[in-house]
């Protein structure tokens, strides 16, 4: 029974392993012709990529020897042309090595004929010298007088003659210039007042403010009359209501202090709140915005002149002349007319039409400090065109147009002349406004010259000069004495019709801010 179990485990494990062999062997052949296939496979991928990269070799072979064939091309041709232009080149310094031979042959030879020629002229001005001698020799004898002294007989009478005929030249010619330097002047002169043809209109000393209806003088006055004190008080300014339909006059000498009246009061009639605070509200903001008017007004004036630049402090007091007025001429005005007279004639007579154009519009730039500074508007105007960088020759020509220094250049006599011009303008100034408005000038300059004095406004055409006094340094009863103190130094420096009235203001201001 053991025995029949072995043998069929034997026989079953022999058939199993001829099983196994026979499917190894299977296995091992199909594995061998998977490698041989794979092998091919591997050999012609091997074989195609060789080819491509022989290709591309071959490929880039021949586009590189195409591009080393084009740049050599090139290079040969550069070379070639370069070649050409060298022997251009040398074929033309050849010709010219050739021309300068020539040259200098041609030189040598003419050098020799210079030199014979030199000699000969030597010889020959030997020879003339000895003639002169022997000549001169001869004269002496038959003249019985030396050469010399001949010499001097007869250069007394060329001298004698020469100063008869030249007095009657000098003469001549002088008649005749004056005659056509008058011809000139007048035409030149008459063409450049045609040129400027500018009107007069002389500045008066009060400006009309048009009311809405006459039932605004009653709130423009205010309770007691407190309104129109507050704008008195701030700007110095009479306001005159009066039975004129619609409107309110302000009078006062200061043109400055009249506009800024007459632009405040404006804005307080639009606003329809008049009040005293309100007032001085309105008037001060008005007084910081004249400043940018003023620069405005200078910068206006550079562009209407066509003049390139300027410093800024210059602009500004050019804007200020706008508000003053010279023998009611304004200043602004006849410096824009100064100017362009005398850069038209300068034009006319070939100078510096700039410089004399920018010397004439800042002849009477002083005039806009003179009542600030002391000094005279010439004075004052020379140092501002220094300080601020202008030209010498600017300088020169403004400063001599009142005669106080000699002018040196054509530009100056011009604008002394072109000043003249517009100032005796008919109409042009009025010597009788110029006199009140200095003497009310004259008026304030005292009231202001007291220590404590803050402010002093000349109204009421000159009869009456209103204070502000500084309340820390002047005390109520030191106020009567002030006032009494003025109204002396008033009768002793200044000559008036009538009487004038001195007040002195006093006030105390307690301010506080609720938070």
Same mark, same amino acid.
């Given at each position: 029974?053991?025995?029949?179990?072995?043998?069929?485990?034997?026989?079953?494990?022999? /058939?199993?392993?001829?099983?196994?062999?026979?499917?190894?062997?299977?296995?091992?052949?199909?594995?061998?012709?998977?490698?041989?296939?794979?092998?091919?496979?591997?050999?012609?991928? @091997?074989?195609?990529?060789?080819?491509?990269?022989?290709?591309?070799?071959?490929?880039?072979?021949?586009?590189?020897?195409?591009?080393?064939?084009?740049?050599?091309?090139?290079?040969?041709?550069?070379?070639?042309?370069?070649?050409?232009?060298?022997?251009?080149?040398? !074929?033309?310094? !050849?010709?010219?090595?050739?021309?300068?031979?020539?040259?200098?042959?041609?030189?040598?030879?003419?050098?020799?004929?210079?030199?014979?020629?030199?000699?000969?002229?030597?010889?020959?001005?030997?020879?003339?010298?000895?003639?002169?001698?022997?000549?001169?020799?001869?004269?002496?004898?038959?003249?019985?007088?030396?050469?010399?002294?001949?010499?001097?007989?007869?250069?007394?009478?060329?001298?004698?003659?020469?100063?008869?005929?030249?007095?009657?030249?000098?003469?001549?010619?002088?008649?005749? @210039?004056?005659?056509?330097?008058?011809?000139?002047?007048?035409?030149?002169?008459?063409?450049?007042?045609?040129?400027?043809?500018?009107?007069?209109?002389?500045?008066?000393?009060?400006?009309?403010?048009?009311?809405?209806?006459?039932?605004?003088?009653?709130? *423009?006055?205010?309770?007691?009359?407190?309104?129109?004190?507050?704008?008195?008080?701030?700007?110095?300014?009479?306001? /005159?209501?009066?039975?004129?339909?619609?409107?309110?006059?302000?009078?006062?000498?200061?043109?400055?202090?009249?506009? *800024?009246?007459?632009?405040?009061?404006?804005?307080?009639?639009?606003?329809?709140?008049?009040?005293?605070?309100?007032?001085?509200?309105?008037?001060?903001?008005?007084?910081?915005?004249?400043?940018?008017?003023?620069?405005?007004?200078?910068?206006?004036?550079?562009?209407?002149?066509?003049?390139?630049?300027?410093?800024?402090?210059?602009?500004?007091?050019?804007?200020?002349?706008?508000?003053?007025?010279?023998?009611?001429?304004?200043?602004?005005?006849?410096?824009?007319?100064?100017?362009?007279?005398?850069?038209?004639?300068?034009?006319?007579?070939?100078?510096?039409?700039?410089?004399?154009?920018?010397?004439?519009?800042?002849?009477?730039?002083?005039?806009? /400090?003179?009542?600030?500074?002391?000094?005279?508007?010439?004075?004052?105007? /020379?140092?501002?065109?220094?300080?601020?960088?202008?030209?010498?020759?600017?300088?020169?020509?403004?400063?001599?147009?009142?005669?106080?220094?000699?002018?040196?250049?054509?530009?100056?006599?011009?604008?002394?002349?072109? !000043?003249?011009?517009?100032?005796?303008?008919?109409?042009?100034?009025?010597?009788?406004?110029?006199?009140?408005?200095?003497?009310?000038?004259?008026?304030?300059? *005292?009231?202001?010259?007291?220590?404590?004095?803050?402010?002093?406004?000349?109204?009421?055409?000159?009869?009456?000069?209103?204070?502000?006094? !500084?309340?820390?340094?002047?005390?109520?009863?030191? @106020?009567?004495?002030?006032?009494?103190? *003025?109204?002396?130094?008033?009768?002793?420096?200044?000559?008036?019709?009538?009487?004038?009235?001195?007040?002195?203001?006093?006030?105390?201001?307690?301010?506080?801010? @609720?938070?």
């Amino acid at each position: 029974m053991i025995g029949e179990v072995v043998l069929g485990v034997l026989l079953v494990a022999g /058939i199993g392993w001829l099983v196994v062999r026979r499917t190894s062997a299977r296995v091992l052949q199909r594995a061998r012709e998977e490698a041989a296939t794979l092998l091919r496979t591997a050999e012609r991928e @091997a074989e195609s990529r060789v080819k491509e990269a022989e290709l591309s070799a071959k490929e880039k072979l021949l586009q590189a020897r195409t591009e080393f064939e084009a740049v050599a091309s090139k290079r040969r041709a550069e070379i070639e042309s370069v070649e050409r232009r060298l022997t251009q080149r040398e !074929d033309s310094l !050849d010709k010219r090595l050739g021309q300068v031979e020539e040259r200098d042959r041609e030189l040598a030879t003419r050098e020799k004929g210079l030199v014979a020629r030199e000699q000969e002229s030597e010889r020959q001005a030997a020879e003339a010298e000895r003639l002169v001698r022997e000549q001169r020799q001869r004269l002496e004898q038959i003249a019985g007088m030396t050469a010399g002294q001949a010499k001097e007989e007869l250069i007394h009478t060329i001298e004698d003659q020469a100063r008869v005929e030249g007095a009657q030249l000098a003469r001549r010619i002088e008649e005749e @210039a004056r005659e056509q330097a008058g011809r000139q002047a007048q035409r030149i002169i008459g063409m450049a007042i045609q040129r400027s043809a500018s009107d007069y209109v002389a500045e008066s000393t009060v400006s009309v403010v048009v009311l809405p209806s006459d039932e605004m003088k009653g709130r *423009i006055i205010g309770r007691e009359g407190r309104n129109i004190r507050a704008l008195e008080m701030a700007t110095g300014i009479d306001l /005159i209501v009066d039975d004129t339909p619609e409107a309110v006059i302000l009078s006062g000498f200061d043109p400055f202090r009249r506009e *800024i009246a007459r632009v405040a009061l404006e804005r307080l009639i639009a606003d329809g709140r008049i009040h005293p605070a309100r007032v001085e509200e309105v008037v001060e903001k008005v007084k910081a915005e004249f400043d940018q008017r003023i620069q405005q007004e200078g910068e206006a004036t550079l562009l209407e002149l066509k003049i390139p630049s300027m410093h800024p402090e210059l602009l500004r007091l050019l804007g200020r002349l706008r508000y003053r007025f010279s023998y009611g001429q304004n200043v602004l005005h006849h410096s824009k007319e100064v100017a362009f007279l005398a850069a038209t004639m300068a034009a006319e007579l070939r100078g510096n039409a700039a410089v004399a154009k920018r010397a004439g519009l800042l002849h009477d730039i002083g005039k806009a /400090i003179d009542r600030e500074v002391e000094g005279t508007h010439l004075e004052l105007g /020379i140092e501002l065109l220094r300080k601020h960088g202008e030209s010498e020759e600017v300088v020169h020509a403004m400063a001599c147009h009142h005669g106080d220094y000699e002018p040196q250049t054509l530009e100056a006599v011009l604008v002394t002349a072109a !000043d003249a011009l517009s100032a005796a303008r008919p109409g042009a100034r009025r010597e009788v406004l110029e006199t009140y408005v200095k003497r009310l000038e004259k008026l304030e300059e *005292i009231a202001s010259s007291f220590k404590g004095v803050q402010k002093s406004y000349a109204i009421q055409a000159g009869r009456e000069i209103r204070v502000v006094v !500084d309340s820390g340094k002047i005390a109520d009863d030191q @106020a009567f004495v002030l006032s009494k103190e *003025i109204a002396r130094r008033i009768e002793a420096e200044l000559t008036y019709p009538g009487q004038i009235k001195v007040t002195v203001i006093r006030e105390t201001r307690a301010v506080e801010i @609720a938070r």
